[in-house]
């Protein structure tokens, strides 16, 4: 069974940063891994795709300020958040998209 695990979120003061790690654990490499997120009282919305080839794919307002990765070894993909605003306080999501497998989140807060 395949299983997704977020983990990094926390506190954070505007402009600060943060790293947010996905672990898949039970498959084999996936091919395509999402990040996700969801604030408070909206849709859960796409923000950022990364190929098994490595291939980054961003929404508009995070691009330029998020950065995906991963490492196919450990399976694992990162979402590395620069200049973080106040609007990017979400409960952030991944999915290994071969599975539609998704983790249960880890909170970001960004607050002064």
């Known amino acids: 069974q395949v299983q997704v695990e977020e983990s990094g979120g926390g506190l954070v003061q505007p402009g600060g940063s943060l790293k947010l790690s996905c672990t898949v654990s039970?498959?084999?490499?996936?091919?395509?891994m999402e990040w996700y997120r969801q604030a408070p009282g909206k849709q859960r919305e796409f923000i950022a795709q990364?190929?098994?080839?490595?291939?980054?794919t961003y929404e508009t307002a995070v691009e330029g300020r998020f950065t995906i990765s991963r490492d196919k070894g450990t399976n694992t993909a990162y979402l590395q958040m620069n200049n973080l605003k106040s609007a990017d306080t979400a409960v952030y999501y991944c999915?290994?998209?071969?599975?539609?497998?998704w983790g249960q989140g880890t909170q970001v807060t960004v607050s002064s």
């Open positions: 990364i190929t098994y080839g490595g291939k980054p």
């Open positions: 039970g498959s084999i490499s996936p091919s395509i």
């Open positions: 999915k290994a998209v071969a599975w539609n497998s």
